[in-house]
């Protein structure tokens, strides 16, 4: 199993729409966990950090599912600036020195 | 401004030859950290540092060095031992010496070979 995994996509969704992506990670002693964005040809930015509890930032909620290894994303009332592919970024193990590692991403086309 | 700046943004490399990569942060972060990302892929750390002096080898090391000297700067070299080296170079801090907290990234260097 890939320490984290993602669907590629690319997900063509309409202006408007709810999209979520899914990540899921192989090492269960993981701690930290972000979603990230990436504009083509630029460097990536961070979107959320992803709690146990669950956050919320604007249209934009991350949900952690430490049971199942899985990590979520989900984008309400989508606009053109979101189409980005969004990487999904957990640290390597149980200690805090552990690096990050990233996902290949999943794109996403919001199309008007 | 504070952030990270990584010169030059386009960098071309013969056979054979080493080139260096700058990086330089002026956010006060102890770790920085060195990527590189290839088409439809994702990022694989190279490189990391998480304080003056000291650095760690990340999964694909082969083929690179880096120096930390100062708190500053992060510089990543590409030596002609590495046989792959067209990529987008990104480089990053955090704030803490710990690997696993939030990364900040410069713009990056596209290295090609000619």
């Known amino acids: 199993r890939k320490e984290v995994e993602q669907d590629p996509g690319p997900f063509n969704v309409p202006e408007g729409a709810t999209v979520a992506f899914n990540c899921t990670y192989s090492?269960?002693?993981?701690?930290?966990f972000f979603w990230y964005r990436q504009d083509c040809r630029k460097e990536p930015k961070l979107l959320m950090s992803?709690?146990?509890s669950g956050n919320e930032d604007g249209r934009f909620t991350a949900q952690l599912n430490r049971a199942s290894q899985y990590i979520s994303l989900l984008i309400r009332d989508s606009k053109l600036s979101d189409s980005a592919t969004y990487l999904c970024?957990?640290?390597?193990?149980?200690?805090?020195?552990?690096?990050?590692?990233f996902g290949k991403g999943t794109r996403l086309s919001v199309i008007a | 401004d504070g952030g990270i700046t990584q010169s030059p943004k386009y960098l071309f490399r013969k056979e054979g030859q080493n080139v260096t990569l700058s990086c330089e942060q002026n956010?006060?972060?102890?770790?920085m950290y060195w990527y590189r990302q290839d088409p439809g892929q994702g990022l694989r750390l190279i490189y990391y540092s998480q304080i003056v002096n000291d650095f760690q080898k990340g999964d694909i090391a082969e083929g690179y060095s880096v120096s930390r000297e100062k708190k500053e700067s992060f510089p990543l070299t590409v030596t002609s031992a590495q046989k792959n080296p067209t990529a987008f170079y990104l480089c990053?801090?955090?704030?803490?010496?710990?690997?696993?907290?939030?990364?900040?990234f410069g713009p990056g260097t596209r290295l090609l070979v000619l």
């Open positions: 992803v709690y146990s």
């Open positions: 956010l006060n972060h102890d770790a």
């Open positions: 090492n269960s002693a993981s701690q930290s």
């Open positions: 970024v957990v640290n390597k193990g149980h200690s805090g020195n552990t690096p990050l590692v």
């Open positions: 990053a801090s955090s704030i803490g010496r710990q690997a696993q907290e939030t990364q900040y």
